[in-house]
């Protein structure tokens, strides 16, 4: 098992930059798919970004392609969220999640088995 803590979060105008950490604890992330998703007020967690195993493949959003940057420190057993570029549309709950079974990277919440417990993305326009 494992065990994941997001932070980083918080409150920005629009067009300014946040770094959202997830931390590890337990099993090490290098078992894992991690991804990111997020969740806004009424409406469904979405996929954002994931990395693979070894962090060599990544995956985006269409909505913040180009905008954000997944990235992995298997030896820290951590996951980080760059993002830049920041728009209202963004403010949500992000996320952190690990998929322990595929193969490949999957964008439905169903197929990951940990998730952490968020962190409040809010930005301002």
């Known amino acids: 098992q494992v065990q994941l803590v997001e932070s980083g979060g918080g409150l920005v105008q629009a067009g300014h930059s946040l770094r959202l950490s997830c931390v590890a604890s337990?099993?090490?992330?290098?078992?894992?798919?991690m991804s990111w998703f997020r969740q806004a007020p009424g409406n469904e967690r979405e996929f954002v970004a994931a990395?693979?195993?070894?962090?060599?493949?990544?995956a985006y959003a269409d909505s913040v392609k180009g905008r954000f940057a997944i990235s992995r420190d298997n030896t820290n057993n951590t996951v980080w969220l760059q993002m830049n570029s920041l728009k209202p549309e963004d403010t949500a709950v992000y996320f952190c999640?690990?998929?322990?079974?595929?193969?490949?990277?999957?964008?439905?919440?169903?197929?990951?088995?940990?998730w952490g417990q968020g962190t409040q993305v809010t930005v301002s326009s």
């Open positions: 337990g099993r090490t992330v290098g078992h894992y798919i």
């Open positions: 999640a690990a998929d322990a079974n595929s193969f490949t990277i999957l964008r439905s919440p169903s197929a990951y088995d940990y």
């Open positions: 990395t693979s195993r070894n962090g060599f493949i990544t």
